[in-house]
């Protein structure tokens, strides 16, 4: 279950400086400009809803009954996951929020006004997630988030 767990939650955080569009993401990955205070709240809101879908998920315990040799009954009954389990999801939302991230906090640092920030993501499966940081037309720094 663990190692199930630790694939959802590896994120691959890094960041990687330019000074020309030389290695960025391809410009058809772009997203429209944001504000950093709008990515934050966005962000945001989707840590409270995976925090929102933990608290409050149940499921469906199977228990295998054994009535005799040749017969099976299953039985399901209503049950919360271990609070294990649900602490170590709520850590993993805690540890993907930007606000957390080394990543995220240099992009901020080395914003400047003028600037603009854009998200970006490759086709499904075929590479990384993130956020670019762009002046003067020219990508300085790369956000990698994720690889999909």
Request: with cysteine; net charge neutral; proline share 4%.
């Amino acid at each position: 279950m663990k190692s199930v767990l630790n694939t959802i939650f590896a994120i691959t955080f890094s960041g990687v400086v330019y000074g020309s569009d030389e290695g960025a993401p391809p410009k058809q990955w772009w997203s429209a400009p944001l504000s950093i205070e709008e990515i934050e709240k966005q962000d945001e809101a989707w840590a409270q809803k995976q925090i929102e879908k933990i608290e409050n998920f149940t499921h469906d315990c199977e228990e295998l009954e054994m009535k005799s040799s040749q017969e099976k009954r299953i039985k399901s009954t209503p049950c919360n996951s271990s609070k294990s389990n649900k602490n170590y999801l709520l850590r993993g939302i805690e540890s993907m929020r930007l606000s957390n991230a080394k990543g995220w906090l240099k992009l901020k640092s080395l914003y400047q006004a003028g600037d603009e920030v854009r998200s970006y993501a490759a086709p499904p499966l075929s590479g990384s997630i993130g956020y670019i940081l762009i002046r003067e037309g020219v990508v300085i720094y790369t956000y990698e988030t994720a690889q999909q």
